[in-house]
């Protein structure tokens, strides 16, 4: 069994129907149970008689009914839009204010909480939209990305031809929904009928039960950022924990160094690195490339992002001397535009060739064919793999009423991002541990700043901007 993404309903495809799809952090489905309770849900929703298009929030982390709250969505035609716990309730309550949606998806307490008064809102989204997903914006409010039936079959289509996953895949999970790196794990599981393994954040700490857990489930295929895995790496647990059925790793979301390629090489010598680059306003990603020693030695400065994938284009925009330029994207798998952002959609998107485009905001050249990344051009920046628009973190400090004035750098270790520190001015005897607290409970765990630097002035360049590497070489001295 398998869920078809083209007609959005489970077919029968083998007689695996017995197998595990979603081991969950609150309980194991079969493919038949998860059918099961995806009709079931689908048959509770539609009692509220939500007109299709109409935006449906699931709030929550691992659990099992998170994936069939998403299934149930797309087969009823309402975008779903995930929100991890990672983010505060009042996250939660600006997206829905946003959305104006009337229908809450609690899967931890296995809730719905529906506000009949929206029901009927006064505009209507596209009914092709699977997803929205909400990252950060410069102007401190979240931004929609949305992202259409049509995008998600372009993105079928290229996992099916070039990834060589089958329905023995077993995925290891351990993005948050709200973070796109997840759409490889669950159409990919979904689409080929294989199992998808969901890791809490509680259980990532415990290495050696995350370990277990992996071999009891014989996982095969690792999906996340570079940098989550590195701390494992350099584990002797990991060493040690002979995992024998990992065969293939896959990367997204951040720079992927040759040392990290090489200690998996080291560790799991048949197995295979995937390479992959895109932002989430292109449905997950666009680039693909296997990682082979030979690769690796080719290249030392910096690996290849990839071959852009069949039906896409990219083009490099205002290139340099040395060729490079801005990344734009033009096919199917882009994004219809942010939600209700019309501004924004009018600077980054624009249709090209038939089709549309999105400008990344990201550098890059190419070489051999292939993509290179090289940097961004603003300060949204990637930590843990998560965007980060700095922005954002900044205008939090700045509505607490003892803050005047605050900016955050990224500290970096190479062009790694390690840590955020927040520089505030305040005329207030403030309580740094206090204002950290505070800044907790409205922004999630990974944008708060690691450390809160208090200055009387910020320092200045001869171009009347703050200078950032003043303020780096001030934490220094500290």
Known sequence: MRFDLELLEFVECNKDSQKVAISASDKDLTWNEFKDEVEKL????????????????????????FIVSMTACMSLGLPYIPV??????????????????????????????????????SYHLDDSIIYIIFTSGSTGEPKGVQITKNSILDFKEWLE???????????????????????????????????IILNSRELLENHLEYFERLKKYNCNTWVSTPSFISKYLLSAEFVSSNIKTL???????????????????????????????????ATVATTLIEITSEIIDKYSKSLPVGYVKKNTIINLLDKDSENVGEIEIVGDNVSIGYFKNEEL????????????????????????NMLFFANRKDELIKLHGFRIELGEIDKE???????????????????????????????????????????STVLPYYMVPSDIVKLEKFPYNSNHKIDKNELINIYKSL
């Open 397 to 439: 400090f700045t509505n607490n009423k003892e803050v005047n004035d605050a900016i955050t750098i990224p500290l970096k270790r190479g062009t790694e991002v390690v840590k955020l520190i927040t520089f505030i001015i305040s005329n207030k005897d403030i309580n740094i541990n206090t204002l950290k607290d505070e800044i």
């Open 345 to 368: 959609n009018a600077q980054k998107f624009e249709p090209k060739y038939e089709k549309r485009s999105f400008r990344t905001g990201d550098f890059g050249y190419f070489e051999d």
């Open 161 to 195: 031809t070039d990834f060589k996953f089958n329905n023995n895949s077993i995925f290891m999970n351990q993005a948050p929904f709200s973070f796109d790196l997840s759409v490889y794990e669950v159409v990919g599981f979904l689409l080929f009928g294989g199992t």
């Open 247 to 281: 065969n293939s790793f896959l990367f997204c979301g951040e720079v992927l160094p040759s040392a990290t390629v090489k200690r998996i090489k080291n560790n799991f010598p048949d197995s295979k690195v995937l390479n992959t680059y895109g932002p989430t306003e």
């Open 42 to 65: 689908k048959l509770e929703i539609s009692k509220y008689n939500l007109p299709k298009g109409h935006p449906v929030v699931i709030y929550g982390h691992k659990e099992a009914s």
């Open 84 to 121: 991890d716990t990672i983010y505060p309730k009042e996250r939660l309550n600006k997206i829905v204010n946003i959305l104006n949606s009337a229908l809450i998806i609690y899967t931890i307490e296995n809730k719905m909480e529906v506000n009949t008064n929206n029901i009927n809102t």
